[in-house]
């Protein structure tokens, strides 16, 4: 699976942004699929996830704010500074992922170039 994020960018905070994963090379309709995100001196961390059958599962820090869609694609709604990070889409194709792993980086097998979100 190749991956490619796409619509990072600097916006204030309270704006929105919306960020874009094109995902190829495979053939499995199974497919999990998770936006992480990494500040400088942070650890990777999963922000949203959702499966093939289109469940969604979200980081606290973002509930109500971010939303992902079938897509891929990961809408941010009133952002914060706190947001400010290289954000990652990651897949992992034919196989489910365990809800309680799915925003696990370690539970992803393919990943993309990462695209940089600024708030300020």
């Known amino acids: 699976v190749q991956l490619v994020e796409s619509g990072g960018g600097s916006v204030q905070a309270g704006g929105s942004l919306s960020i874009f994963c094109a995902a190829s090379g495979y053939t499995d309709k199974t497919l999990c699929m998770g936006w992480f995100r990494q500040a400088p001196g942070k650890e990777r961390e999963g922000v949203a996830a959702i499966d093939s059958d289109g469940s969604t599962s979200y980081a606290d820090s973002v509930k109500g704010r971010f939303t992902i869609s079938p897509d891929k694609s990961l809408q941010m709604d009133n952002l914060k500074p706190s947001d400010t990070a290289m954000y990652y889409c990651?897949?992992?194709?034919?196989?489910?992922?365990?809800?309680?792993?799915?925003?696990?980086?370690?539970?992803?097998?393919?990943w993309g170039q990462g695209t940089q979100v600024t708030v300020s």
């Open positions: 990651a897949a992992a194709a034919g196989r489910e992922i365990p809800a309680a792993q799915i925003l696990s980086a370690k539970a992803y097998d393919a």
